[in-house]
Structure formats: structure tokens, C-alpha cells
């Protein structure tokens, strides 16, 4: 029978592997930090087949349990805000809310958060503390702050971090404002997604400190960025690749989208690029640079629409039979935006995501680059 400490060492050896694990440090951390530890709650496991997806708790003594705590992948650990495994006998279709994320990527993203020793480093999103114990072992606790948005998943990652040893500080809040009290830090790590990346984590860096985060968007093409912050309040960077995804932070989930608009209103016309183009990562993340509030949605027959809910505006592709057509309404072009910059994307190349540099300026504006066609 497999033990946990054998699927432990199966786990850093597939990393190891893999080059998710890259220096001894992150190794030794990995090696001695059990994460069945951390799921202990239990986790849901998605029900083979289901649709809409069905969720169905997994938990310790379960067939799947231990195996699924040191599989390389990233398990769902709350669903609808509240509900955690243990409340749930049978199967529940609700949006998972909270996860612990696969080890590979965790590891992957210490390695590219790059800190020494001595740095101080600020954790954005807790989650089940699986990463806080790793950040704990290679820095120390008193190194280490953490914030986490909910309260009952902050209280349950503290209460095993404690049984483990971990002592780091705590900070039950809202992470996208960071923690000005622990400030400045040397690194900033975020295991959540955001829109825009907050101008209180460039604030509270250490001029020649590095932010790490996923930047995402409505269209759901995510890509871990890392940036420096400089003296004069601004951070720069690149994103590093790997189709990274991690759930968006609560504040910055899409709007309802309500009643759908008059879908026989505003003005056609054909355009030139084919509405898959979209389901491209790379071409969709160009799409969101361009209008970062459209959601999207697959209607079948009737095409693709794209929804700015808050502006009011939106854009609907359907096949013709001499090719593509948009039509647009509401105050704002949004098909306009995104063809220019696909289209500017395309003459270029389409250089991939870990080609495209970023600035964000003292007033928060986020400047997208890639390189141009010679």
C-alpha cells in the first residue's frame, strides 16, 4: 500500500522532472511539507461527465483522497462561497470559490518569485496555506505575511500552519490592498487573479522589488506577469508564459449580465477576422488588452457576443455567407478595439504572451507591448 511520505517523494520527483522544481531550496521546502496536511477538510472532485459540472466531496479515508492530495493538480476546496466537502453528501452544481492550487504551478511560481534570503514577502491569498508553509520553510515566519479574504478559509489555514509549526502573520482582509503595516516587502506573490494590478502592491514594494501575479480578464486568458517597481512609482515587466490560471479575486468578478441587449439594434458591417480567433489564449488575451470589460458569450447559431454590461455597449459576430459580420451597439465600439489591436497583433507575427512587456505607470495605466514586425 502507498504511503504519504512515498506519493510525497513520487510528487518532487514528477516535479523535479518537470522543471516546476529548479534550485535545492524549493526542494527541500517541497520535501519536508506534506500537503494532504492541508486538505484535510476534504476536497471536490468533478463529477465525470456532468453538465452542467457536478461536484462531489472527496474526503480522508475516501478512495481518491490521499492519491488526489499528490496529484499535480489544483483541487476545489470551497464551492458557492460557504460550502466546504464535509457540508455535502451526494453531488452540488455551484461555481467553486476556493481551491488549492497544483503543486507544479505553486512551485513553479516560488521559483520565478526569485527571493533570497532575508527577503521579506508579502502573500496575496492564502488559500489553504500549502504555499505559506513553503514560503515559511525557505524564509522563516517571521519573513512571511499572508492575507487572505475569507475568514473561515484564513482561520483554517492558520489552524494547520500552527499544527505544522508555521507561525507567519495573518491577515484576514481584502488582499488587493495588500498590508501597509508589514510594508515595504521584496516580493509580492498573488495565488489570485486580477484585472489590473493594484497600485497598493506597487506602493508597498521596495524600490528593485518584484510583483508576481496573474493578470486576467472577462474573456478568461490569464498569464502570470513579473514586474519590478522603481523609484518613481512605476513597475515593469513581462509575462512569463504557461497559460497560468488561478481564480479571480472576488473584487474583481464580472458583473451580472443581466437582461441581454436588443441584439437587432445598432449598425453592421463584415469584418475581416474570424470570430474564433477568440478561442485562440493568446489572441483573446490581445482581445481583453483591448476592451478589458467585455464578457463573452457562445449563443449558438445566432454567433458570439460580447457584453460591456457597465458601458452598456456590445458586439455580436455572425457567420454570413460571404464571411464574418459585426454588429455594434451602445456608446463604445467594442469589435472596433479589438479588431485594430488583433489585427496589429497579426502584422506583427503574433508574438506569443512571453514576448509582451508591460508598464504601469504611477496613475495605475496599464501599457501593453510586443515586438514589431521588422
Known sequence: ????????????????????????????????????????????????????????????????????????????????????????????????????????????MLEDLEVQDGMRVLEIGTGTGYCTALLCHRLGDDLVTSVEIDPVVAAGAATTLATLGHAPEMITGDGLAGHKDGAPYDRIIATCGVLTVPEQWIAQTRPGGQILATLSGWMHSTELARLTVHDDGTATGRLLGGQVSFMIARPHQPPPLGTLPDLDAGSARDTTIDAGILDDWAARFVAQIA????????????????????????ALLQPGPHGWRVRQGGPERLWDAIEDHLQRWRHDGSPALDQFRITITPDGRHAYTWPHAR
Open 1 to 108: 500500500m502507498v504511503n504519504e511520505q512515498d506519493l510525497r517523494r513520487q510528487l518532487l520527483v514528477y516535479l523535479t522532472a518537470g522543471r516546476s522544481v529548479r534550485s535545492p531550496q524549493w526542494r527541500q521546502a517541497v520535501a519536508v511539507t506534506g500537503r494532504h496536511e492541508f486538505l484535510r477538510g476534504g476536497f471536490f472532485r468533478q463529477v465525470p461527465g456532468s453538465a452542467p459540472t457536478a461536484w462531489e466531496p472527496v474526503m480522508p479515508g475516501d478512495e481518491g483522497w490521499l492519491s488526489g492530495c499528490y496529484s499535480d493538480v489544483s483541487v476545489v476546496t470551497q464551492v458557492a462561497g460557504t460550502i466546504v466537502p464535509g457540508d455535502i453528501h451526494g453531488r452540488i452544481l455551484r461555481q467553486p470559490t476556493s481551491s488549492s492550487t497544483a503543486p507544479g504551478l505553486v512551485v513553479r
Open 291 to 314: 476592451a478589458p470589460a467585455a464578457q463573452r458569450l457562445h449563443l449558438g447559431d445566432r454567433g458570439q457576443l460580447l457584453v460591456d454590461t457597465d458601458a452598456g455597449s456590445w
